[in-house]
């Protein structure tokens, strides 16, 4: 395998079937074995290793015309197709685990012979667990809003053998992608999963909940029109998600579609014709995708918890939806209630209403008192269950759980989720179920009042100014600055004018914010972290136009070297803030321009108590610091000079110390 670059990253996609992959045969769309990768190599926007494409050499006229004149834009034939083929042993290839054996396809296989079905070199390296090298395909490199450099998406394609139709996806399956993306979560940056569009939000929905503390970018996504027609939505589908993936953390488990990234237990497959198939009635999107890249960054969810990464492979298959109508008889409840049934999703009228009928609520109470958990939704595509109306609360009263605003498939998948945990009681899941865990519903907050900037915004200002010079006069007392009205006072007393626009004011806190976080990481100044995050906060939470800080305040990089407050605290050993900003929902997998992680520059320094605290959240170090040999090789120095307090912090950080130059669990 050859040495990551850090202007590259990586993305597994995991190929489970669906439209997206599919060939026309005479009953209807079948999936193709190994179509999907052999038609993405060909193409250039999603393969171009030698960056000799239009899309690498048209930043400028004059790019363009050198690239145009040079031969290498000429159509592709049969017989240059053998080119490619030739050269890709040059080009890196990838390290994937399976729960099930590996297939591979030939590379650009040209003839009437398939390509076999197994790869030569997959390997059994233990029980349930398969080894791979898959070729990879990289694309031509791109610009990406907000983003002062440009990277390469470098990817592996698993596919799954056989392929299959979402139709046919089952819990076990959902079990299944969990277990390869843990298999593969150090090696990788990202994932795609592309599956067919008719479960899809009910595979998202459950991957939310199995995929537990997760942080890195996972991303669902396929296509209403296979890649295969001339006119689809594959292409933006794929090449949209793989762009999210390559260049964001965005650490959930989330659906792509018709140019728009939304959480993945918030949708509902909405149409079976429109390209614009999903929707989320309740919750906004996270990316939205037009001219530029927009990430809805306070949308995004942020791990607080000092946990690690780990799958949850169990899901209760002893539930069920039932969903109300008008006559319902309570012969019908009882037997959709009866054992071995332990949890039911009820679809309820507008906000949670029932038929005020004694039999059929008994029916209700008889089950929740048997230990059913019964989750009351709404039947409206649109809008949340409410005890504002009589009939809506007779249900709370006979032990049905209301479930808020969350769609059929999260509900369902988060009660399998959560029943098919043995340490929880009835009551726990009970409680648990109407608790967001991923987001997924809507808790009930008191509304903020409306007010303009004043006087108090600039007191904050002035807060964050006197801490910035502080910092930048390190020889002198604490510098004290007062904000002073002008002598037009007494007019603008007069006509009730604001010295600034909310916007202003708010761009005048943010980009203090950016630099004084970075300075007290550094510092290691908790007093002034708390600073910082406290304004950070009342920016969300006044009512006036929002000021975004990209990845919020605690994720914000620096321009130059492109380090995150946590690459600072931890280079510099500062305990504290690493601590608070991890707490606050610091990212632990940001890569800077070097390609290195603070986990790396902790080690690096020898500090260990900050190792200690990143490992415990979750960190690993990056496959550039695994490839390129920088981790083993500092590993090597502490062997060679018997330095036991580097050697211990570097296991710590995950190294094999008996096998410096061996990568984290391979």
């Known amino acids: 395998m050859n040495p990551s670059r850090p202007d590259e990253a990586r993305v597994l996609v995991i190929y489970t079937g669906g439209t997206i992959g599919m060939l026309l045969s005479p009953n209807g769309y079948v999936p193709e074995p190994f179509f999907l990768t052999e038609t993405l190599r060909r193409q250039k926007r999603f393969h171009d290793p030698l960056e000799d494409s239009l899309f690498s050499n048209a930043t400028s006229v004059e790019g363009y015309r050198v690239w145009s004149s040079s031969g290498t834009s000429s159509p592709v034939t049969p017989e240059s197709l053998a080119l490619p083929s030739a050269l890709v042993t040059q080009h890196p290839t990838f390290v994937v685990r399976s729960s099930r054996p590996i297939g591979k396809s030939q590379t650009l296989h040209v003839g009437q012979n398939p390509p076999s079905t197994h790869l030569r070199d997959c390997e059994k390296i233990s029980d349930g667990v398969y080894q791979a090298c898959l070729p990879s395909l990289v694309t031509p490199r791109g610009a990406v809003s907000g983003k002062d450099s440009s990277k390469r998406i470098r990817y592996a394609i698993l596919e799954w053998d056989p392929l299959l139709d979402s139709s046919n996806i089952e819990m076990n399956d959902w079990i299944r992608i969990a277990t390869e993306i843990e298999l593969n979560y150090t090696a990788f940056d990202a994932f795609v999963i592309l599956h067919g569009t008719d479960t899809m939000s009910y595979t998202s929905s459950a991957l939310s909940f199995l995929l537990e503390d997760l942080g890195k970018t996972v991303i669902l996504t396929g296509a209403q029109i296979p890649l295969s027609q001339l006119r689809n939505d594959a292409v933006d589908n794929l090449l949209g998600a793989l762009s999210i993936a390559g260049n964001y953390i965005i650490p959930e488990c989330s659906l792509y579609f018709n140019h728009t990234l939304y959480r993945g237990n918030r949708v509902s497959k909405a149409s079976s014709f429109d390209l614009n198939a999903f929707h989320s009635p309740n919750f906004p999107s996270l990316v939205n995708v037009g001219i530029d890249i927009l990430v809805n960054w306070n949308n995004v969810l942020r791990q607080t918890r000092l946990r690690r990464f780990r799958v949850h492979k169990d899901m209760s298959p002893h ?154 006069s390190p020889n002198s007392g604490t510098p004290i600055i007062t904000l002073t009205p002008g002598t037009e006072g007494v007019a603008q007393d007069a006509t009730a004018s604001w010295s600034k626009t909310a916007a202003e004011t708010a761009l005048t806190e943010a980009a203090l914010l950016r630099s004084l976080v970075h300075l007290s990481a550094a510092r290691n100044d908790l007093e002034c972290l708390e600073l910082c995050l406290d304004v950070s906060a009342d920016l969300k939470m006044e009512d006036r136009t929002p000021i975004v800080v990209p990845g919020s305040i605690v994720n914000c990089l620096e321009p130059g ?106």
């Not at 906000?351 to 039947?379: K, M, Y």
Request: hydrophobic share 40%; charged share 15%; glycine share 10%.
């Open 319 to 472: 539930v069920a939806t039932l969903r109300l109508f008008p006559g319902m008889t309570s012969a019908t409840a009882r037997a959709f209630l009866a054992p071995p049934t332990r949890g039911v999703v009820l679809e309820t009228f507008g906000a949670g209403n029932v038929p005020q009928r004694t039999d059929l609520l008994q029916a209700f109470q008889d089950a929740c008192d048997a230990g059913v958990v019964v989750v009351a939704i709404s039947q409206c595509y649109r809008g949340s269950v409410s005890s504002a109306y009589e009939t809506g609360r007779v249900l709370q009263k006979v032990g049905v759980v209301p479930g808020g605003d969350m769609t059929p498939e999260c509900a369902l998948t988060k009660l399998s989720y959560l029943l098919s945990k043995s340490e929880l009681s009835a009551s726990q899941v009970r409680e648990l179920i109407s608790t967001p865990l991923r987001g997924e519903l809507t808790q009930q907050t008191l509304s903020v009042p409306s007010n303009p900037a004043d006087l108090q915004t600039l007191h904050g200002i002035q807060g964050l100014l006197v801490h910035l010079v502080r910092f930048m």
């Open 561 to 666: 070297s492109n380090r995150s407050p946590l690459h600072v605290a931890s280079l510099n050993g500062s305990t504290a803030c690493v601590s608070r900003l991890l707490e606050a929902g610091a990212l632990v997998h940001f890569r800077d321009n070097l390609g290195h992680t603070a986990l790396y520059y902790a080690a690096r320094q020898g500090y260990a108590d900050v190792v200690d605290l990143l490992v415990s959240a979750g960190a690993n170090l990056g496959s550039v610091e695994y490839d390129a040999g920088y981790a083993s090789l500092a590993l090597k120095n502490a062997i060679d000079a018997g330095d036991h307090k580097s050697i211990s912090i570097w296991r710590t950080a995950g190294m094999n110390v008996e096998r410096p130059g061996a990568e984290n669990g391979t």
